[in-house]
């Protein structure tokens, strides 16, 4: 009989560790927590939209330190290029040969700071490599790590100097994260722990190396989706479609990276399937990256289209 | 591109043709249309060419403009030009029957004015049938067909049009179940059923339910409402025989062509209206009720008045005169005749609303066996007069001095004397006034005793047409009036026999407002005989009245009496020695037409109701031939029926026999809503521990559905779980579904059953949850059936009712 029982035991302690280590680096979040969580295994990129101050930063700084992979950084800036991001080839004077400048594309984690400051030349510049996990210089095709994955932050409110990404941009990731501000308690907290250390060099020991993460990519991969779910997945990217106040409705891709959210999601909470409450879970951060506006009025979009589908009760 | 505008973008590529089932169903309405028209139509040729022009045009002028149309592709305010021009077309279209009207009244072809709306309307809507392909203009032309077949259906009586309209009901539900079934299929999640087979299968599914409405249609006839269309449905062209444009009601205008109809006077060739011996009263009496039987053993009888024939030796020659009638009778030959031997039998035929009764003889005086009357020719001041007025241009007789608040309505018909060999004119009751074709002589009619008016000379021409128009009482008035003087003072022989048997103290004083007023002599209209039935009698009528507030209710309490416990009879025959045939029909509780209204007069008369028998013909529905729009009367309509005095000197007219239609009254919709409303709470006040019992257990009901229903889910849950064990999961998640409902906390069908069910109790609802999400959404998973059961079992114990009912409770409290 195969009754409620978590999944292989040493990899969800794993999993356990890693979440205290990010509830240490960003208190009082516990729900963001869970969905960045979701979506590092879910192979997706994340995209944080949050006003400045909030740990974006220091959560993506954490996580890259957590996984202990190779991490590598982007301040981006108007003047900023492409080649400045995958790399570029330099005439060696002494060999008098062209030789490969890597970007810091070629990282397990790319943290890309303040994305929409960027132009959209060099926004765009990350398309293949994040999309299909690879880097062409000059013909030359550079593969990237299967675990390699991006996480972006951008202000809202700042709107000079600032381009907006490309909606070919956003549906490469797979979810747009506000962190918000923490409750006073945690505040209060946080600044205690602020007295007397520097918080600038706090470290993160790392809790998974890249195969044990690969490992786990790979059983959400295989987290069942029965057709009832399947289903309820695409009349809710339909009723995407046909919502009058959503200018454009969610892309089969889009519905692809909902679902792999959705088995993210079970498999952190221990389930080897999927229910339609995992699929409501992600909905939020998926959508609100999609179906564009403002984030209040997106959120009252996906509550109506949620509300409009029924939940498949039985398969 | 959004959703939307993909979906308009589709709708520019149409088809050539429009919906099969909107273009067949638009043609049934040019069909019903044409028919309706038919009906009234001067001259058919032009009807044929106008229907086929009107279905031929629009496919040809689609046609010949359909690729100019294409073509245009400039926009007004973003609907295309092609758009505003079929609206105009059709604007165009419709006024066509307007100005071919207008051609064709000069030449006298024209038509009443609601043929011509709906002809427009119809025009229009085929039109639009044929050129729109955009479906709200779809959806708006069969609106208009779909209103315009169901204004023939309502205005005529053809069968054509009925079978028609049925045919069009058929394709109206095709038309909206495809329309219906498109709709879903465009919605479906994966877009690829295009191909449900609403188009294919549903053919012969509306075949058979056309065959089936059709069949049933047909089988139960044309309805009440339908048969006595004739006279109450206003038409805009008039409804008299004058107008020039009426097509219903009285008469078909002057349009009408001699020969044609019957009520058309003028020499006329058919071989229906050949002359033969004319029937005398005496043979329509012999004819229906057989002829009066001689009594072998006669007793001496005392008779009311001196005045009328003391020794009626021969009753034969009595009934000759037409002055008497004998309630003991041999049985009639019963003839089955088909229609053409009524028409050739017809003594007249009558146009306007059914039922209706016309009165030719009256009988005051009864002697226990026969009905005669008194010719006493003394003028009395209450006697309307007869004066010659000019109406319309044409001479109307008209009758003074009978309008009172009762009689508030009036109602046509147009009588045609066929073999009536008479000089009563067959009136119905409050004629009021009459008026044949060009006779104008101020002295032609006279009022005779008995309230019925006959022309001088000794009986009315054959072929003669009267139009007679008469008012009509209100019955609901005369129930609900408290002053009207309905009583006259019971002979002292009934004070005697009530004093003897002990029924009344003091006679005739039980109601104050209706204290009987004693008249000056003795009426002839409370005369009964002097015989045993006669005390049985009156004795039944108190018994009946016990109770009722004397007026118009007791009337019509002995008169229903009579009508729900005495069985109609028409071959029952008095045995040879039986004197008293009203004591004969009281044992048997059964017998002839003629001893219901003889009984009902007496009994009437026993309670101090001045009443009289009246005879005459009653037309009923089943005597109205729809073909021709009137009614043939012949012997078999012979009837007698009681008429009560009121105020003096109305007779209204009262039906105790059964399977006879009531009297026809102006009692508006309202008031015998009203009469209804005071049967039911006159019910209810009599049966006050029933009421009491229902109004508490609905009381009870309506304010613990939720708990009742409760109970029914828990059986439900409990049976099917036994009978499908397997299924116990879902059986159960059900189960608390309905528990919710039942607690007013229902599940959104958006809202996951862990989320819902944890509000109340996270703890057992989890467990179960997990289970249930285990079975439905892991392929792989397999649970025990005795953790289910276990799990099952939790659950309902925990989610009760009433604590769901208490959440619930405390969240509105909340709020």
């Known amino acids: ?315 | 591109m959004s959703a939307k505008r993909l979906d308009a973008s589709r709708s520019q590529k149409l088809p050539a043709l429009p919906p099969i089932e909107l273009l067949v169903s638009g043609l049934v309405a040019v069909l019903v249309v044409h028919v309706f028209r038919a009906d009234s139509s001067r001259f058919m040729p032009l009807l044929y060419i106008e229907t086929a022009a009107l279905i031929g045009l629009p496919f040809v002028l689609l046609s010949r403009f359909s690729t100019s149309l294409d073509s245009r592709k400039s926009s007004i305010g973003g609907k295309s030009s092609a758009w505003y021009t079929v609206q105009l077309g059709a604007i165009g279209f419709g006024l066509l029957p307007l100005l071919l009207q207008l051609l064709l009244r000069p030449f006298g072809l024209g038509e009443a004015f609601e043929v011509v709306a709906v002809n427009m309307v119809q025009c229009a809507a085929w039109f639009l049938v044929v050129c729109s392909r955009d479906p709200d203009r779809q959806k708006a032309a069969f609106a208009m067909s779909s209103a315009v077949v169901l204004f023939a259906c309502f205005m005529s009586d053809q069968r054509g049009v009925l079978a028609l309209g049925i045919l069009y009901a058929g394709m109206a539900m095709w038309w909206l179940m495809g329309n219906y079934w498109n709709r879903v299929n465009v919605k479906s999640i994966d877009g690829t059923s295009q191909a449900l087979p609403i188009h294919g299968l549903s053919y012969i599914g509306v075949g058979v339910a056309i065959a089936v409405c059709g069949w049933i249609a047909f089988s139960l006839g044309p309805s009440e409402q339908l048969m006595a269309v004739n006279g109450f449905m206003p038409v805009s062209g008039g409804e008299n025989w004058h107008e020039t444009y009426s097509r219903s009601g009285l008469g078909d205008g002057d349009m009408l062509t001699a020969g044609q109809n019957a009520t058309t006077t003028g020499a006329v060739d058919s071989d229906q209206f050949i002359e033969d011996d004319k029937p005398s009263m005496y043979d329509i009496m012999t004819e229906k009720y057989g002829g009066p039987m001689k009594i072998k053993k006669r007793q001496n009888r005392a008779v009311a008045l001196d005045t009328i024939g003391k020794h009626v030796d021969d009753v034969k020659q009595s009934e000759l005169s037409g002055k008497s009638f004998r309630t003991a009778r041999r049985p009639a030959k019963d003839k089955q005749k088909t229609l053409d031997e009524r028409i050739t039998d017809a003594l007249f035929f009558v146009e306007g609303s059914v039922p209706a009764r016309f009165a030719t003889a009256v009988y005051h005086e009864f002697d226990g066996l026969d009905w005669s009357r008194v010719e006493t020719r003394v003028k009395r001041k209450l006697d309307p007069t007869i004066e010659l007025q000019e109406k319309g241009g044409k001479p109307w007789y008209v009758l003074r001095n009978l309008d009172r608040e009762f009689l508030n309505t009036y109602r046509s018909h147009k009588i045609k004397i066929m073999r009536f060999d008479s000089a009563t004119i067959p009136a119905p009751s409050f004629m009021k006034s009459w008026h044949i074709f060009q006779v104008n002589l101020a002295d032609m009619f006279y009022w005779d005793d008995y309230g019925l008016v006959r022309i001088t000379g000794e009986c009315i021409p054959t072929q003669t047409v009267i139009d007679v128009v008469s008012q009509v009482p209100n019955y609901h008035t005369l129930r609900h009036s408290r002053n009207l003087h309905l009583f006259n003072d019971p002979s002292d022989w009934f004070d005697n026999t009530l004093r003897s048997l002990g029924w009344r103290n003091s006679p005739g004083t039980d109601s104050a407002q209706n204290t009987p007023q004693p008249p000056e002599n003795e009426s002839p209209f409370l005369q009964v005989p002097e015989a045993p039935s006669t005390i049985r009698l009156k004795q039944l009528a108190l018994q009946v009245t016990e109770g009722i507030e004397p007026g118009w209710n007791q009337v019509e309490a002995v008169v229903n009496h009579l009508k729900h416990n005495f069985t109609l009879d028409s071959k029952l025959v008095v045995p040879e020695d039986c004197e008293s045939p009203v004591g004969h029909f009281l044992d048997e509780a059964r017998g002839p037409s003629y001893l219901f209204s003889t009984t009902g007069v007496l009994m009437l008369r026993s309670l101090g109701y001045e009443t009289r028998l009246t005879s005459g013909f009653v037309v009923q529905r089943k005597d109205y031939i729809s073909k021709s729009g009137q009614s043939v009367v012949t012997a078999e309509n012979t009837h007698t029926w009681p008429e009560v005095r009121l105020e003096g000197w109305h007779w209204i007219p009262v039906e105790p026999t059964p399977t006879y239609p009531v009297p026809y009254g102006s009692d508006t919709l309202l008031q015998r809503g009203w009469d209804c409303l005071v049967i039911v709470v006159r019910w209810m006040w009599t049966h006050p521990i029933l009421m009491g019992l229902s109004l508490g257990l609905s009381i009870l009901i309506t304010w613990n559905y939720r708990t009742l229903a409760s109970i029914v889910f828990w059986l439900k849950w409990r049976l099917s779980c036994f009978l499908f064990p397997r299924r116990r999961l879902a059986l159960t998640r059900q189960f608390i579904d309905q528990r919710f409902w039942a607690a007013g906390l229902p599940r959104p069908h958006c809202s996951p059953i862990g989320a819902w069910y944890s509000k109340v109790d996270s703890a057992s609802a989890k467990e179960f949850v997990n289970l249930w999400n285990f079975q439905n959404f892991c392929s792989s998973c397999e649970i025990a059936q005795e953790s289910i059961n276990r799990t099952s079992r939790e659950i309902t114990s925990q989610l009760t009712f009433q604590r769901i009912k208490k959440f619930a409770k405390q969240q509105d409290n909340k709020a």
Request: proline share 6%; with cysteine; glycine share 6%.
């Open chain 1, 1 to 315: 009989m195969n009754m409620i029982q978590p999944i292989s035991s040493p990899a969800n302690t794993k999993i356990d560790e890693l979440r205290q280590q990010l509830n240490r680096a960003l208190v009082g979040k516990r729900d963001v927590v869970e969905l960045v969580l979701a979506c590092v295994f879910g192979n997706g990129h994340l995209l944080f939209d949050d006003l400045p101050g909030l740990g974006k930063t220091t959560l993506a700084k954490a996580l890259s330190q957590s996984i202990g992979a190779g991490f590598a950084r982007v301040q981006c800036t108007p003047d900023l290029m492409p080649s400045d991001i995958t790399g570029f080839n330099m005439f060696d004077q002494q060999t008098r040969t062209f030789e490969l400048r890597r970007g810091p594309v070629f990282s397990d984690v790319l943290l890309a700071d303040e994305i929409n400051r960027a132009t959209p030349r060099t926004q765009s510049a990350m398309f293949e490599a994040m999309a299909e996990r690879q880097v062409t210089i000059d013909n030359q095709t550079f593969v990237l790590p299967k675990s390699f994955f991006v996480i972006a932050t951008q202000n809202p409110i700042e709107s000079h100097g600032a381009y907006p990404l490309p909606e070919a941009q956003l549906d490469r990731f797979a979810m747009k994260l506000s962190i918000g501000y923490p409750e006073t308690q945690d505040e209060v907290d946080l600044l205690g722990e602020f007295v007397g250390a520097n918080f600038q060099i706090r470290e993160f020991h790392p809790v998974l190396d890249l195969a044990e993460l690969e490992q786990l990519q790979d059983q959400v991969l295989h987290t069942e989706v029965c057709e009832s779910i399947r289903r309820y997945i695409v009349e809710l990217g339909t009723q995407t479609r046909n919502h009058p106040k959503v200018e454009l409705g969610l892309s089969p891709r889009g519905l692809m990276t909902w679902q792999r959210m959705a088995q993210s999601w079970a498999m952190l909470q221990g389930r080897k399937f999927v229910v339609p409450e995992d699929v409501a879970a992600v909905a939020r951060p998926v959508l609100q990256l999609r179906i564009g506006g403002s984030s209040s009025k997106s959120l009252t979009i996906i509550e109506e289209i949620l509300m409009s589908v029924e939940v498949p009760t039985e398969s």
